[in-house]
């Protein structure tokens, strides 16, 4: 079946570091691939997405490709701040099916 | 713009006893999911539901109920609780079924 794996965390890094996480996954379809974002306490919220293969998702700083190729959709921002210490879960959906989620990747960010 | 809305945020059980944790949406929203959190699990789709009158099991619907009597309402019933189903749980709501999902806040469920 349809599943996503993503890099295990933590990641630690310092103020204006670059980061990636690391998603790939595996599919049957042609899935819409996304990067979900959840702050300490809060629930998940959209961050970016892309539905078709060379498609680039971004906002925030934050950007991700979709590599129909190597069936991988790396998150990844230059320079990365305190406030974007969180989870960041990368999901996606196949063939208009629920959102399959990765385990989650946290990210804690120092100055 | 309250989105998805999710009650109680916490709650304490005891093994065997029922509850409702309850989801509204106010998005006019045809789809609705029930997500468990876990540490080191990510998120699991309990139940879900792609318009009113109609809901399907997800990967782990065992112990939890659901209906859709309106567009609006998306309860997830607990009807003998477990400590296995300590856990945190999100209710998402989205145009579609592959659309972008709209996450409630969570509702923390200790079961003693």
């Known amino acids: 079946g349809d599943s996503v794996t993503q890099m295990e965390g933590p990641v630690t890094l310092s103020e204006e570091a670059f980061l990636t996480i690391n998603c790939t996954y595996t599919a049957t379809g042609y899935p819409s691939l996304f990067w979900y974002v959840q702050y300490p306490g809060e629930g998940l919220q959209l961050l970016l997405k892309?539905?078709?293969?060379?498609d680039k998702g971004s906002n925030k700083g934050f950007e991700a490709t979709y590599r129909k190729e190597t069936t991988s959709f790396h998150l990844e921002k230059g320079s990365v701040q305190v406030s974007d210490s969180a989870v960041y879960f990368c999901?996606?959906?196949?063939?208009?099916?629920?959102?399959?989620f990765g385990k989650g990747t946290t990210l804690s960010v120092s100055s | 713009n309250a989105g998805v809305t999710q009650t109680p945020k916490f709650q304490v059980l005891k093994t065997g006893q029922s509850m409702t944790l309850q989801c509204a949406q106010d998005m006019n929203h045809e789809y609705m999911s029930w997500y468990r959190q876990d540490p080191g699990m990510g998120l699991r789709l309990i139940h879900y539901s792609v318009g009113a009158g109609i809901t399907d099991q997800g990967e782990v619907p065992n112990g939890y109920n659901v209906s859709r009597s309106t567009t609006e309402d998306f309860p997830l019933r607990l009807l003998s609780a477990a400590p296995s189903q300590t856990s945190v749980y999100f209710c998402?709501?989205?145009?579609?079924?592959?659309?972008?999902?709209?996450f409630g806040e969570g509702s923390r469920l200790t079961v003693l």
């Open positions: 998402a709501s989205s145009y579609k079924a592959a659309g972008e999902l709209f």
């Open positions: 999901a996606l959906s196949d063939l208009g099916t629920a959102l399959i």
């Open positions: 892309a539905t078709k293969a060379d």
